[in-house]
């Protein structure tokens, strides 16, 4: 299961980070992906981070403003967006993948809309 | 970067109905790394099969996903009223990984 956080609003130019609670299998054994999903759009993949490595691969389109860090610790990952504008408002998903670099993704957190407005 | 062009945007169907979805890509996708999700309004993407052909767990077999190299089918045989919903394909094959566009299939 993951468990993402709640909803949140920024202002442009801001920063947001969203959390992801792993639970009932290995947390170290498989990656984490963010994916997004604007309004009424299709989905959006943003990047990955291999939980066992700490190695990170991110979308030629945020790369520079995103990065992903997980804490094996407490099973959780974790995404944070820098320089926000409305282009960021989404829904935000993390999900689970096995194979690296590119895989399928079997289990997905409930989604963290975040807001962007002024 | 593979491109995605699933077709078509919108299926209109009764339950019942077979449905087929289709997806093709710019590029050949290797090794058949294809995969397609289900979502309906207000939930996370579902994953629905894996590796062009394989169900993910507790899908059931009305549902069927074809296809190699740059055209991909998902079939499903008798539309449940749970199935009316968004698919996405996704590929995942060595030059990287894109989503298409999505199908929504609605009554």
């Known amino acids: 299961q993951l468990v993402q956080s709640g909803a949140e609003v920024r202002k442009p130019g801001a920063s947001v980070k969203v959390s992801c609670k792993a639970s009932?299998?290995?947390?170290?054994?498989?990656?984490i992906t963010w994916v997004r999903q604007a309004p009424g759009q299709g989905l959006e993949w943003l990047g990955w981070i291999s939980v066992n490595s700490g190695n990170t691969k991110y979308a030629q389109k945020v790369q520079g403003r995103v990065s992903m860090t997980t804490d094996t610790s407490t099973s959780m990952a974790y995404m944070e967006l820098r320089s926000l504008s409305s282009d960021d408002t989404a829904v935000y998903y993390c999900?689970?993948?096995?194979?690296?670099?590119?895989?399928?993704?079997?289990?997905w957190g409930q989604g963290t809309l975040v807001t962007v407005s002024s | 970067e593979i491109v995605l062009t699933q077709s078509p945007g919108t299926l209109s169907l009764s339950p019942g109905e077979r449905a087929t979805l289709s997806c093709r890509a710019s590029?050949?996708?290797?090794?058949?790394?294809f995969a397609w999700y289900q979502q309906k309004p207000g939930q996370a993407p579902r994953l629905l099969m894996y590796d062009a052909s394989s169900r993910a767990t507790g899908i059931p077999d009305r549902f069927t996903g074809r296809g190699s190299g740059t055209d991909f089918t998902l079939t499903i045989s008798r539309l449940e009223p749970e199935d009316f919903a968004v698919y996405y394909c996704q590929q995942y094959g060595s030059s990287g990984l894109t989503f298409g566009g999505g199908t929504k299939v609605e009554f």
């Open positions: 590029q050949g996708v290797g090794s058949s790394s």
């Open positions: 009932g299998y290995s947390f170290i054994s498989y990656g």
């Open positions: 999900a689970r993948f096995y194979d690296y670099p590119w895989d399928y993704f079997d289990y």
